[in-house]
T-cell receptor, first 113, second 112 residues
């Protein structure tokens, strides 16, 4: 069965420190990958997406992610976080064989001053 | 402004009292979907629709119904709500094949 695993439910980090949020997906011939962010009391907003091409994808707010096919990973990174990055982050995968997106369980990023 | 709207945003109801949560999008998207979000479980898909009059079950369809009579609207119906349906519900839409979903602001439902 297709699945998306976010390995960390919570990630605390100090302001201006780098951060990596991990995501693994179940392998498939064709997969599209996404990171969404959910700020407190809001809906989900697309951060970035990988459809094809360059494996390094840049998104909004200084985030980037790297598609690694051999490790079936799509980790999200930011070199220096800000208090305003406090949110929950969801990794998601869409498989061309299915008409739906599968979400991971989410990672709550908390920034300490 | 391109958006997905949901109503109501907050709802408290009692077990067994039928309710409908509306969802509307103004982007002419063919694909619409309903999710529920529960702590530690992420988003789980309830139902989705590829176009008018075309709907299909997601991962957790039990206790829910949907209809797609118009392209812009995709209401979620709970015929007989139960406490285990207390959750945060999101509607989303996208163009078929793009998979880039636009989400509504959410509806927080409490069933007592």
């Amino acid at each position: 069965a297709q699945s998306v695993t976010q390995l960390d439910s919570q990630v605390p980090v100090f302001e201006e420190a780098p951060v990596e949020l991990r995501c693994n997906y179940s392998s498939s011939v064709s997969v599209y990958l996404f990171w969404y962010v959910q700020y407190p009391n809001q809906g989900l907003q697309l951060l970035l997406k990988y459809l094809s091409g360059s494996t390094l994808v840049k998104g909004i707010n200084g985030f980037e992610a790297e598609f690694n096919k051999s490790q079936t990973s799509f980790h999200l990174r930011k070199p220096s976080v800000h208090i305003s990055d406090t949110a929950e982050y969801f990794c998601a995968a869409a498989y061309s064989s299915a008409s739906k997106i599968i979400f991971g369980s989410g990672t709550r990023l908390s920034i300490r001053p | 402004e391109a958006q997905v709207t949901q109503n109501p945003r907050y709802l408290i109801t009692v077990t067994g009292k039928k309710l409908t949560v509306t969802c509307s999008q103004n982007m002419n998207h063919e694909y619409m979907s309903w999710y529920r979000q529960d702590p530690g479980l992420g988003l789980r898909q309830i139902y989705y629709s590829m176009n008018v009059e075309v709907t299909d079950k997601g991962d957790v369809p039990e206790g829910y119904k949907v209809s797609r009579k118009e392209k812009r609207n995709f209401p979620l119906i709970l015929e007989s709500p139960s406490p285990n349906q207390t959750s945060l519900y999101f509607c989303a839409s996208s163009l078929v094949g793009s998979y880039e979903q636009y989400f509504g602001p959410g509806t927080r439902l409490t069933v007592t």
